[in-house]
C-alpha cells in the first residue's frame, strides 16, 4: 500500500505560479515511477507530467510543456509540479499518482497504481 497527499493548491492570478507537492507514505517511494494529472470541471482526467523512480526520464504534455517542471526528492518521499506562467485554461483538480510498474514513467492514468485526493487550482483570468 501507498499513500499519496497532495498540497500546495490554491487560487492565482494568470501569469502566475505555483508549487504543488505530493508526499508518499507506506511503499518505497524511491522505487515509484510518479505522475501529475489534472481534471477540469466537466472533463476527463488528463496528464500532465510524469518522472521516472531516478528522476532520469520526464514526460510532459504539449500543454505544459516549457512551464511545469516535475521533480523528486526520494529522501523526502516528495514529488513537485512548479508552475509557472499559469493560465485560467489550467483550473481544475491536480492529482499525483504512483505506479509500481519498471519502465519509463507511464501518461495514461489506468497504468498508475495509486492517487492521492486532488489539490484544487484555480488560476483566474
Known amino acids: 500500500q501507498a499513500q499519496l497527499v497532495e498540497s500546495g493548491g490554491g487560487l492565482v492570478q494568470a501569469g502566475g505560479s505555483l508549487r504543488l507537492s505530493c508526499t508518499a507514505s507506506g511503499r518505497t517511494f524511491s522505487t515509484f515511477a510518479m505522475g501529475w494529472f489534472r481534471q477540469a470541471p466537466g472533463k476527463e482526467r488528463e496528464f500532465a507530467a510524469a518522472?521516472?523512480?531516478?528522476?532520469?526520464?520526464?514526460d510532459y504534455a504539449d500543454s505544459v510543456k516549457g512551464r511545469f517542471t516535475i521533480s523528486r526528492d526520494n529522501a523526502k518521499k516528495t514529488v513537485y509540479l512548479q508552475m509557472n506562467s499559469l493560465k485560467p485554461e489550467d483550473t481544475g483538480v491536480y492529482y499525483c499518482?504512483?505506479?509500481?510498474?519498471?519502465?519509463?514513467?507511464?501518461?495514461?492514468?489506468?497504468?498508475?497504481?495509486?492517487w492521492g485526493q486532488g489539490t484544487q487550482v484555480t488560476v483566474s483570468s
Open positions: 499518482a504512483a505506479d509500481l510498474g519498471v519502465r519509463a514513467p507511464p501518461t495514461v492514468a489506468s497504468d498508475y497504481d495509486y
Open positions: 518522472i521516472s523512480w531516478g528522476g532520469g526520464l520526464i
